[in-house]
């Protein structure tokens, strides 16, 4: 019996990892912290040239620096999804700085308060839902014409287990989280002919600076409610999205994918 096994050396292996999204754009809006800083990451170590687009201008500048330093080809723009304007020209400035975009990531979104449906606040509904929903549309609305003038490619839009759970306090989140899911699956509808590929990514409580007003013991009932015994890492959701990024993911068009740590399974 032979003893050969077929792993692959590690300089090819590193080479074909680079191949994955080698000569793609990608737009990660949101991309400044926690899950889409993960992606941004994830996708640069994948050959990508990478928008980190934020309303935190600051640190996308940052991170577009860590990921210039890492040896990727990196820029960022500031971007506040609440604004249509704002996200034309963001998208404007990827396909004007790298020829074109393939792929994005409609991943910026807040937390809200935490308050009953009854009582809670109306400016902070509006802004919520202004953020995790229309910004998702704002989004989509301009990078799939982008996306189509460069021959297809990819998005991936950030909902969460609330995207088909409800959340008792979190109104806004859910039904914003919620529409995300239907606003992914129209759009893929109407653009898988035209090669592009739409998904929603439903993550369950992940250790990011979004969870940072949760107070010791919030956070312990949060843990609870994952099987798994813990909260998610940003990685472990940037692995999926950048799966569903990749052609790996040719024939997924429209649909919605866990990664929860066993939260939706009961
Ligand atoms: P985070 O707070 O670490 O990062 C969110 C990023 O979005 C920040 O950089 C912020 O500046 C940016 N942002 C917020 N509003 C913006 C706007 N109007 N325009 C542009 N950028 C804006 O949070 P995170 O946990 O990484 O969340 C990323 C996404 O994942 C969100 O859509 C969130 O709802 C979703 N999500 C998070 C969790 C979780 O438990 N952390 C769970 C499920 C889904």
Request: no cysteine; net charge negative; hydrophobic share 45%.
């Amino acid at each position: 019996m032979s003893t050969e096994h077929s792993s692959i050396p590690a300089t090819e292996a590193k080479s074909a990892a680079q191949a994955e999204f080698a000569g793609r754009t990608a737009l990660v809006t949101g991309g400044a912290s926690g899950i889409g800083l993960a992606l941004a990451r994830r996708l640069a170590a994948g050959g990508a040239a990478v928008v980190v687009a934020d309303y935190d201008e600051k640190n996308a500048r940052k991170a577009a620096a860590e990921l210039e330093s890492s040896g990727a080809r990196a820029a960022a723009v500031a971007m506040d999804v609440t604004d249509a304007a704002s996200v034309e020209a963001g998208v404007r400035f990827a396909v004007d700085t790298f020829g074109a975009l393939h792929l994005a990531a409609n991943n910026a979104g807040v937390a809200g308060v935490a308050s009953p449906t009854g009582e809670y606040p109306v400016e902070d509904w509006n802004r919520v839902v202004a953020t995790n929903l229309s910004g998702v549309f704002h989004s989509l609305r301009y990078e799939l014409p982008a996306i189509v003038e460069a021959g297809g490619g990819a998005i991936v839009n950030m909902s969460s287990i609330l995207g088909t759970n409800g959340f008792a306090g979190s109104p806004a989140y859910v039904a914003a989280k919620h529409g995300v899911v239907g606003l992914t699956k129209t759009a893929a509808l109407e653009y898988a002919a035209r090669n592009v590929r739409i998904n929603a990514v439903g993550p369950g409580f992940i250790d990011t600076p979004l969870l940072k007003n949760a107070d010791p013991a919030a956070r312990e009932h949060l843990v609870s409610l994952h099987p798994a015994g813990r909260l998610g890492t940003a990685e472990e959701v940037a692995e999926l999205a950048a799966f569903l990024l990749s052609d790996k993911a040719s024939f997924i068009h429209g649909s919605y994918h866990l990664v929860d740590g066993g939260f939706s399974a009961p």
